[in-house]
């Protein structure tokens, strides 16, 4: 791919008890249309989900992720839309829905490199490792 694309991406996010509203960033998908890519990358904080919910059910939380991961990648978790094209596996993916992991709203961007803008947008919105933007400091952790 030469030259910079629109992309299309979506936070997943992991809201344990609806109820109380609070959510952790636990995954990110990403689209390209130029470049026929649907990719999803995601990590889950054990220890900030349990913070959330001690209860949480985790082995169900991270077999939801990798079921995204799957149906980015044509996998069996896509059903009858493995065959589907990237653009209707993303927009199937990012369809809202009243489950535990939740994508958020769609937001969009350049890039040169659409395969790298998974783990870029990871390191930025997901890990707790992320360098602030240039200029802004990272909010206290503790």
Known sequence: ?????????????VVPRAERG?????????????ASLVTARTELDEARLRALDPDADTEGVRAALRAVEDVCRGGSAAGPAAGDDAGRRFRWLVAPRSTVVRPGPVHTGLTADAAAEAERLLDLLVRRTAAPPEGRPLPPTA
Do not use: P
Request: glycine share 8%.
């Open 1 to 13: 791919m030469t030259g910079r694309h629109v992309y299309e991406y979506a936070l997943l996010r």
């Open 22 to 34: 609070e959510r952790i960033n636990a995954g990110v998908i990403v689209y390209c249309r130029a």
